[in-house]
């Protein structure tokens, strides 16, 4: 087979002539029904659920009070996202979101790779929203009296990881009772779960109840419809609005001092956090065949719902930074943690119930998206034609359902949160990539029939030039040492935590003594909390990197540099070359600049993420493509065009 055929492509007459024959199959047609209004309506009932309820605590703790303005840009750069794809459901209205466009747009290869891809959206996505609402459900058995042991309400990872953590901080000195909440659960789930051998039994069993009853609920053909998706979206809502009002009250501006505490790189730390949180706007795009106008609805029904849910973020991360410290906030339930804290437990109590049923939902809507992908796969010959498998009696993919269960069942046992939203956020964001860049390569075929609906067409041959100008005066004017430093690959100091953590019995004694003597008052003695006793110089730099240099331990713990702190930076290098290579694409090409921008602002939230998601992905990938070229490429249906 010629290497050309990687890369046939569907034409949207194929597609929609497959639509039709699926019909005349005895798959049943989607009725069209949906307005602009239940598109908003819906799109709000995908976001607002794990983000909002969960994920926006690591984020506000990362970033402080100045999360805000990350939650400004994530919102901007998925509307853009949005555009692109509206002007595919528009162009291509049948379901297969991503997947399909991608087959329109590059070709078989890399619909393959988008399809596979889309996997960490929805079911890797489905792991986290499983984790965030075993975190509220327990919360809320707790407060009516009833408390499970913390080995079935914890993930095998984050338990031994804070027991390890846990272990090092009290071997430094601190006391149990200081430890965070997280590591304190941590700690008692390893040290009370039962041993087979050396192995500990610590797995997220309400995790696993809940996604074997939704997998339940689907597989006997229980679909969200439009009066659910609505009631729904009015309670989260009213919840969340309540939560708003309530909270202002108990806002103490003093929580809002330092703005931004950890900087520019506090808050892009929290990008994956955040950008989880707007996950599910491209959901959307799966109903254009049950929209009554799709080329004027969808655009509306997903800038919208974006436009709603961003300023819900912004109030609700201002209210949760300003009744507490940002550090306290990363926890799995932030919003009842909160009010908990301020001893308003009625409050906490109607926002553990709310969480516990407007994530259930999210989990629905997402846990059917799956099936109907691989369904889309399976009819094009990608994947085994059981996946297409339509129940006799439920009208289901019965099998594509069955199988998404134990996809996303096994891993939520094991897995923890910041794992999954990492691995969740690089493959949504990779198939917004590939939508933006596929209307890009489209725009000036005219071969392609078009919708009614098309991305405004703003030339970026000129504009874009001046927006990398401003961008390096910003980044050599306003934030130069950073900029440098990132060039330069200078030498970076551990967090004290890290430093403490990595530390054995006797590093731990040296230090201490050592801290004890650079105290000019001795306040130290009798202070074995080694956290403690540097926590007190991070306010200045200066002085933080002079306590630092002198600690009698070796420098590789005190400090990351070389490969090793250059490794997390291949991400961003990569995104600048890439960025030099658009920029040369615009200008030749005279690209369309809402889908060029919507392409570098996700390329962009890709590159801060962790080189180890990077490579997490990678190996995704790579297994993807041993199935594609193992079975996928010889029984795809455009097969016999190649041969």
């Not at 919102?75 to 595919?88: D, G, K």
């Not at 099998?399 to 069942?409: E, K, L, N, R, S």
């Amino acid at each position: 087979m010629a290497l050309n055929g990687l890369f046939r492509k569907k034409t949207v007459q194929d597609i929609l002539k497959q639509v039709e024959k699926n019909n005349a199959d005895g798959h049943d047609a989607l009725g069209k029904h949906l307005t602009a209004r239940d598109l908003t309506a819906f799109g709000i009932a995908a976001i607002v659920g794990a983000g909002i309820f969960s994920t926006i605590g690591k984020a506000s703790a990362d970033g402080g009070p100045a999360v805000i303005f990350l939650f400004l840009f994530t919102a901007i750069a998925c509307s853009f996202a949005a555009f692109a794809y509206a002007e595919f459901a528009s162009m291509v209205p049948v379901s297969g979101s991503a997947y399909t466009y991608s087959y329109v747009a590059f070709g078989e290869i890399i619909a393959w790779i988008i399809g596979w891809a889309l996997i960490m959206e929805y079911s890797v996505g489905n792991i986290t929203v499983a984790i965030s609402w075993s975190d509220y459900f327990t919360g809320l058995l707790k407060s009516g009296g009833l408390e499970l042991p913390q080995w079935v309400q914890m993930d095998y990872l984050s338990a031994s990881n804070g027991f390890n953590d846990a272990t090092a901080l009290m071997q430094s000195g601190k006391q149990f009772a200081n430890l965070s909440p997280a590591l304190q659960d941590a700690y008692t789930a390893w040290t009370t779960s039962p041993v087979i051998g050396s192995f500990h039994f610590v797995a997220d069993l309400p995790a696993l109840l809940i996604i074997v009853l939704i997998t339940a609920l689907i597989y006997r053909g229980m679909k969200e419809s439009r009066n659910a998706s609505n009631i729904m979206v009015v309670v989260k809502l009213c919840v969340v609005l309540l939560v708003i009002a309530v909270g202002i009250f108990y806002v103490d501006t003093a929580n809002w001092d330092p703005f931004a505490p950890n900087g520019v790189t506090g808050v892009l730390k929290g990008v994956s956090a955040v950008f989880f949180a707007y996950i599910g706007f491209d959901a959307i795009s799966t109903t254009a065949e049950e929209c009554k106008d799709p080329q004027r609805d969808l655009p509306r029904g997903m800038m919208w719902a974006i436009i709603i849910c961003t300023i819900l973020y912004i109030s609700i991360a201002l209210v949760l930074t300003g009744m507490v410290n940002f550090s306290l906030l990363n926890v799995g339930d932030p919003l009842a943690f909160v009010f908990e804290k301020l001893d308003l437990k009625w409050m906490s109590g109607i926002i553990a119930v709310s969480a516990v049923v407007a994530m259930a939902s999210v989990l629905l809507v997402f846990q059917m998206g799956q099936p109907r992908i691989w369904m889309s796969m399976s009819r094009d010959g990608l994947l085994p034609k059981r996946f297409s498998k339509v129940h006799p009696k439920y009208k289901t993919p019965s099998y594509a359902t069955i199988v998404t269960g134990f996809v996303v069942a096994v891993p939520a046992l094991f897995l923890n949160l910041t794992l999954v939203t990492d691995l969740c956020s690089i493959g949504t964001l990779f198939a917004f990539v590939l939508v933006c860049a596929g209307v890009l390569v489209l725009q000036n075929r005219t071969d392609i029939p078009r919708g009614k609906f098309k991305t405004p067409y703003v030339n970026s041959k000129f504009i874009m030039p001046v927006l990398i100008v401003i961008g390096l005066v910003f980044a050599f004017g306003f934030n130069k040492k950073a900029t440098m430093d990132f060039i330069t690959n200078e030498t970076q100091i551990n967090n004290s935590e890290a430093i403490i953590t990595s530390l054995n019995k006797e590093e731990t004694n040296k230090v201490y003594d050592y801290l004890v003597s650079i105290d000019p008052k001795n306040k130290t003695v009798g202070t074995p909390d080694l956290e403690l006793l540097l926590s007190k110089y991070h306010k200045d730099d200066a002085t933080y990197s002079s306590v630092i240099a002198g600690m009698p331990i070796a420098d590789s713990v005190k400090y990351e540099s070389g490969f090793g702190l250059f490794k997390h930076k291949i991400p961003m290098w990569i995104f600048l070359i890439v960025l030099v290579g658009l920029l040369v694409w615009s200008f030749k090409s005279n690209l369309s600049l809402i889908p060029l921008l919507g392409l570098i602002c996700c390329l962009y939230m890709m590159a801060e993420l962790s080189v180890w998601n990077w490579i997490y992905f990678g190996i995704w990938l790579l297994l993807g493509l041993i199935i594609y070229f193992s079975f996928s490429r010889k029984n795809s249906k455009l097969n016999h065009i190649t041969e």
